[in-house]
T-cell receptor
Framework: KNQVEQSPQSLIILEGKNCTLQ??????????LRWYKQDTGRGPVSLTI?????NTKSNGRYTATLDADTKQSSLHITASQLSDSASYIC?????????????FGKGTHLIIQP | NAGVTQTPKFQVLKTGQSMTLQCAQD?????MSWYRQDPGMGLRLIHY???????DQGEVPNGYNVSRSTTEDFPLRLLSAAPSQTSVYFC???????????FGDGNRLSIL
């Protein structure tokens, strides 16, 4: 069964600090990996999407990495801001064909303290 | 563009009542999906559609019906509400099949 495991479950850091969130997956075949940000009370919003051949992709202060050999991804947040407080969800696509090929992680709940 | 619009935002139902959650998108997206999000669990797929007139079941379809008569609208119907259906429901859409989805802000449903 395809699985996506995220760690840590929750994380508290001080404003201005950096942090890294982890995503390990056992999804086959692999099409792409996505990171979403979900603010409290809102729907998820896409941050990045990476295919097999992409090792790194940035979106402002967010940088995602992918190691397709070890089936691991990370999301690095630089110089955190209060607005980064949210849940971050890792999603892996196995088929390239649509919603039924997506496996969602449970998310990492990030709290930025002033 | 309004994106993906879900209504109502909050609803309380009694066991056995029926209800339709509305989802509309104005981006001309072919692919639309319904998910439920429960504490401690990842998003789970209920039903999805690859275009008008075409729907299919996801991981947890029991107790829910969908239809897709137009490209824009994808309503989710709870046939006979049960307390286990208390959840937050998200509708999502995308233009291509393997493209990041646009999500609505959810319907928060409580079944008493």
């Amino acid at each position: 069964k395809n699985q996506v495991e995220q760690s840590p479950q929750s994380l508290i850091i001080l404003e201005g600090k950096n942090c890294t969130l982890q995503c390990n997956y056992t999804v086959s075949p692999f099409s792409n990996l996505r990171w979403y940000k979900q603010d409290t009370g809102r729907g998820p919003v896409s941050l990045t999407i990476m295919t097999f051949s992409e090792n790194t992709k940035s979106n402002g202060r967010y940088t995602a990495t992918l190691d397709a050999d070890t089936k691991q991804s990370s999301l690095h947040i630089t110089a955190s801001q209060l607005s980064d407080s949210a849940s971050y969800i890792c999603v892996v696509s196995d088929s390239g064909g649509g919603a039924d090929g997506l496996t969602f992680g449970k998310g990492t709940h990030l709290i930025i303290q002033p | 563009n309004a994106g993906v619009t879900q209504t109502p935002k909050f609803q309380v139902l009694k066991t056995g009542q029926s209800m339709t959650l509305q989802c509309a998108q104005d981006m001309n997206h072919e692919y639309m999906s319904w998910y439920r999000q429960d504490p401690g669990m990842g998003l789970r797929l209920i039903h999805y559609s690859v275009g008008a007139g075409i729907t299919d079941q996801g991981e947890v379809p029991n107790g829910y019906n969908v239809s897709r008569s137009t490209t824009e609208d994808f309503p989710l119907r709870l046939l006979s509400a049960a307390p286990s259906q208390t959840s937050v429901y998200f509708c999502a859409s995308s233009y291509f099949a393997d493209q990041p989805q646009n999500f609505g802000d959810g319907n928060r449903l409580s079944i008493l």
